[in-house]
């Protein structure tokens, strides 16, 4: 069964900082959940000592760093400390895209990953979101096409 599949089958979060979570890696303690809104957060593990790290946030996506969670696996219970990465409960059609994306972005964090680092992951993919968030070259132009014939037909009415 694939991530985005058993995520989907998670029950929602009951408290703030309390998960049923899937694990990630053998290697490292990053886990994926469902929030009490339904929408997936990943949590990950951070190695780095306690320290006021803003948070970030995009349209739809946001990061709390050094946030102490409680994870409840088929196999362990335990108390952490995570950067979590969330994806707006209010927008479930990007949930799957959020969930193989990111899934796949945080394979390659190493094994005791600080804050640093998460944060260089997650800027990555923020990146990668602002990319395909914006229109290509050849629509814009495509656009100017369009608004040009407009303007210079002789009937603009029709022509619209």
């Not at 479930?92 to 990111?102: I, K, M, T």
């Not at 992951?121 to 014939?149: H, T």
């Amino acid at each position: 069964m694939d991530l985005f599949h058993q995520f989907s089958a998670l029950p929602c979060a009951t408290a703030e900082a309390a998960f049923t979570a899937i694990p990630l890696s053998v290697q490292r303690k990053d886990f994926l959940a469902k929030a009490a809104d339904g929408a997936p957060i990943f949590l990950l593990h951070d190695a780095s000592q306690v320290q006021y790290s803003p948070g970030v946030q995009f349209r739809h996506l946001t990061a709390q760093f050094h946030a102490t969670c409680r994870v409840h696996t088929d196999d362990t219970d335990l108390q952490e400390q995570f950067a979590l990465v969330a994806c707006d409960g209010a927008v479930p059609d990007l949930h799957e895209l959020f969930v193989r994306c990111f899934g796949a972005a945080i394979e390659e964090l190493p094994v005791d990953s600080g804050t640093r680092e998460l944060n260089a992951c997650i800027q990555k993919l923020l990146d990668l979101f602002r990319a395909l968030s914006q229109p290509s070259g050849k629509e814009v132009s495509g656009l100017w096409g369009e608004l040009y014939v407009i303007a210079n037909s002789g009937d603009i009415a029709g022509a619209l």
